[in-house]
């Protein structure tokens, strides 16, 4: 039996994906439209346009599972309207053909503004901006008659991230001394995903049919506060808690009438100025799996900070 795996997009989660499955036995190949992606003996890495049919095709054929893995172009519900759903239907006729599972990283904009910790049985139904593309393309898949799994996660967290809250806004800070910006309210609970254990729950959703044509959460530690995060990585960096400093909401929504980016963070704000509180125990029994602890967090997301500082030298 076939045991090709292949990863759409060499981002932090496609490169995390390709790399654990690479370093279970599997062989990987990965797509993207440069030809890039982690180098690895079990690796192979196509240059590859999700929305060319034709060549998808062939890449994908043989493949017990594709993991879709591309965001859109730019952060605005306009871009991903325009290029996300296209992409993801292309995929999912492809891979439907060829007899693959189609496993998706997803986000946690589709339940909206909630007043409770996010579970697997609430709705999914935002009807504003980035939010609603979000549940357009979970109600898109769900039709499909391709299966399905849908892995959400929170904010990320861990090696490879870098365009992230918990990225190179912060860490690099923290390692060098410098205050630190975050957005919201910095005592607020708010949940992390260590993108380790988004990519290993993908990786065992695929290969259960019973997760299939489902919508999990991925395993996530309890929420802390960006305050408390902080610590914990200035804990594990061991180097003294620098000073946070909080970017208000209202300095978002005054900066969203001259800045197209910060119209965008401005309409995600809700996450920061609330409890943020994504609950996964259900879907780690359903996937035998569990969250890392915060310290193991903290600690591999320094190491891994340090390791590419020390690249740069």
Request: proline share 7%; hydrophobic share 40%; charged share 20%.
């Amino acid at each position: 039996m076939s045991d090709l795996h292949v990863v759409t997009g060499a981002g932090p989660v496609g490169t995390t994906i390709a790399e654990q499955l690479a370093a279970s036995g599997a062989d990987v190949r990965i797509l993207t439209r440069s030809g890039s992606g982690p180098d690895h003996p079990r690796i192979e890495r196509r240059s590859v346009d999700a929305n060319d049919r034709t060549r998808l095709a062939e890449a994908v054929d043989g493949a017990v599972a594709v993991y879709h893995c591309i965001h859109g172009s730019k952060y605005s519900a306009r871009t991903w309207r325009a290029e996300l759903p296209a992409a993801e239907n292309t995929v999912l006729e492809v891979a439907g053909r060829a007899g693959a599972v189609v496993v998706f990283p997803e986000s946690l904009y589709s339940y909206g503004p909630v007043e409770r910790p996010m579970t697997e049985e609430m709705p999914r139904a935002a009807m504003f901006g980035k939010p609603a593309v979000r549940a357009e393309l979970l109600r898109a898949r769900e039709q499909s008659p391709t299966p399905t799994v849908s892995v959400a996660a929170s904010d990320f967290i861990g090696p490879h991230v870098r365009n992230a809250h918990a990225g190179e806004r912060m860490v690099p800070n923290i390692l060098g001394g410098r205050t630190v910006q975050v957005f919201g309210k910095p005592d607020m609970p708010h949940s992390f995903t260590y993108l380790p254990d988004l990519a290993a729950a993908m990786i065992r959703s695929a290969a259960d049919r019973d997760l299939w044509n489902s919508v999990l959460h991925a395993p996530t530690a309890p929420a802390v506060s960006m305050r408390e995060l902080v610590g914990l990585l200035a804990d594990a960096a061991q180097v003294p808690t620098p000073r946070i400093v909080a970017v208000p909401g209202w300095t978002l929504r005054a900066g969203a009438a001259v800045s197209s980016m910060l119209r965008e963070f401005a309409e995600m704000n809700y996450q920061f100025d609330r409890p943020f509180i994504l609950d996964s125990r259900r879907s780690e029994q359903r996937l035998g799996l569990s969250a890392t602890p915060l310290e193991q967090v903290a600690a591999g997301t320094v190491a891994w900070w340090k390791g590419v500082a020390g690249q740069r030298k």
